[in-house]
């Protein structure tokens, strides 16, 4: 594989440091061999933070489509050109590569999950979706530990309103999968299938969402 440009835009007028940047690449038939290969060079050629996942393969067992994020800095209102190319092609020492300060922690369980980021702690409870449960930030300036941010709330859930205003909430639907898609030294993927439902159990819709946590992130995205 040959080595290739990504160009990264911060449209912002203030620097984001580790900002989390996630693409899909396709490649062709034979020309890698497997995702974590795969590397991320920042402009002045250190290594930065990354991971990569396959997403479907050629028949002759290749990668056709990888995943690929990192954690880039960028600079205020401007571009930033990273290369990627194969991890074993880089001739740098281990301490010039940017490593994250923090580590990214997942307890998965075959109903709940615990993610901690660094920065930020929370479960997630695949048996009766509520949302965020049990937030976690780090506590104030003098202080040690943590400090708990929110509570399971019922109000927090996933949930719609029909036309007369009644209420359908994922707490009281099924979840019907619960799975940690993806879990690497950055970030993590956890997806959630389930239906909104009314109180009495009345399904109004089904959903998918995905959570991606990164390491060293207070916040968490999500796509539904």
Same mark, same amino acid.
């Given at each position: 594989m040959q080595p290739f440009s990504i160009h990264v835009f911060n449209a912002q007028?203030?620097?984001?440091?580790?900002?989390?940047?996630?693409?899909?690449?396709?490649?062709?038939?034979?020309?890698?061999?497997?995702?974590?290969?795969?590397?991320?060079?920042?402009?002045?050629?250190?290594?930065?933070?990354?991971q990569a996942k396959a997403q479907s393969f050629w028949n002759d067992g290749s990668v056709r489509w990888a995943l690929l994020r990192?954690?880039?800095? %960028?600079? @205020?209102?401007? =571009?930033?050109?990273?290369e990627v190319c194969l991890a074993d092609g880089i001739q740098e020492p281990r301490a010039a590569s940017r490593e994250p300060v923090q580590q990214l922690k997942v307890a998965f369980r075959l109903t709940r999950a615990s993610i901690d980021t660094g920065a930020l702690k929370f479960d997630l409870d695949g048996g009766t979706f509520r949302g965020f449960e049990y937030v976690r930030v780090p506590a104030r300036e003098g202080e040690q530990g943590w400090r708990i941010a929110a509570q399971p709330d019922p109000?927090?859930? %996933?949930? @719609?309103?029909? =036309?007369?205003?009644?209420r359908y909430s994922a707490e009281w639907g099924k979840v019907t999968a619960f799975e940690l898609e993806e879990l690497g030294p950055i970030a993590c993927r956890i997806r959630i299938e389930g239906e909104l439902a009314s109180q009495q159990g009345e399904a109004l819709l089904e959903y998918d969402l995905w959570l991606d946590a990164w390491v060293?992130?207070?916040d968490v995205r999500a796509f539904l």
């Open positions: 007028p203030f620097e984001r440091k580790a900002e989390p940047v996630m693409l899909g690449i396709p490649f062709a038939m034979g020309e890698l061999s497997e995702a974590a290969a795969l590397a991320v060079r920042a402009p002045d050629g250190q290594r930065v933070p990354s990192f954690l880039a800095d %960028l600079p @205020a209102s401007a =571009q930033t050109n990273f109000e927090g859930s %996933l949930y @719609a309103l029909d =036309q007369d205003g009644r060293g992130r207070a």
